[in-house]
């Protein structure tokens, strides 16, 4: 099997060195967190935003770091040259760590570090052909700005999404549309973009967060504010983003709402713009 090094606390050891205890709480309760950072060309891309959310989200759960955190980018750096990742992503994730299962966690246990990286290009296809997307009730949890384990709620959207033969799912709590279930929804209406505020309802994605600064810088305006799946069905464009996907058209909506959109010049000046950013970071790093 290729790439078998993995990160086991602070090691880079092959993979089939590696158990985990039966009691770990990230298995039996999903008391952990996670990051996704997409590697292009063998450099990771905003490496240091993804782990500003990692510790951000080890403090909203009181986790404590088991090592600075540019600590954990530098085994994070030698994870991904160990492997020879040219493009692909790197995982690390960290868990409470083993204790008799009870429900209250102590804010000093020892937490666990896990990670892998992985080959993977660019969804060239989706990024230029665009994204089917079903639309359905938001039921996770009232935390989705912690990038936690727990992601039954998004599984669940997303096999729903792939029963209706489409590529992500879309999610409404109570009408006002969130975020896809491994994304961030846009709209755009007479050229101006909309999406959801970084509340408590959605992960502030890394993507978004470029996004916003490439609109603002190309005096495209940007409302953070709530909108509701009347206005997704009347939107002119729809796109979704996140690390892996970058940014993808959605060229449909089917579920709780029905509608087709024009892969149209905003999702596309701002997918070029990104990109552009994404070569500059290689040149760069
Ligand atoms: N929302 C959810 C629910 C996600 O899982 C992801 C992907 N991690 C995103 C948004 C996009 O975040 P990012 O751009 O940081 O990958």
Redesign the pocket.
Known sequence: MENTFVLFNNQITERENVSIDMEDRGYNFGDGIYE?VYIYGGKPFSMDEHFRRFEESARKLEMKMPCPIEELKEKTAELIQANNIHNGIVYIQMTRGASARAHLYEKEAACLITGFARKMDPPAEAQEKGVKTYLTPDIRWLR?DI?SLNLLG?TMAKRIAADHACGEALQHRDGICT??????LFIVKNNEVHTHPANNL??N????QHILQIAGEQGITVKEAPFSTEELQAADEVFI????MEIAPVISVEGDVQATYPIGSVTRALQKKLKDKIKQNRVHQ
Not at 179 to 184: A, K, Q, R, T, V
Not at 205 to 208: A, K, M
């Open positions: 996704v989705c990038k998004n975020e896809g279930s491994s994304s961030n959605i992960l994605g890394i993507t978004r983003s996140s690390t892996t």
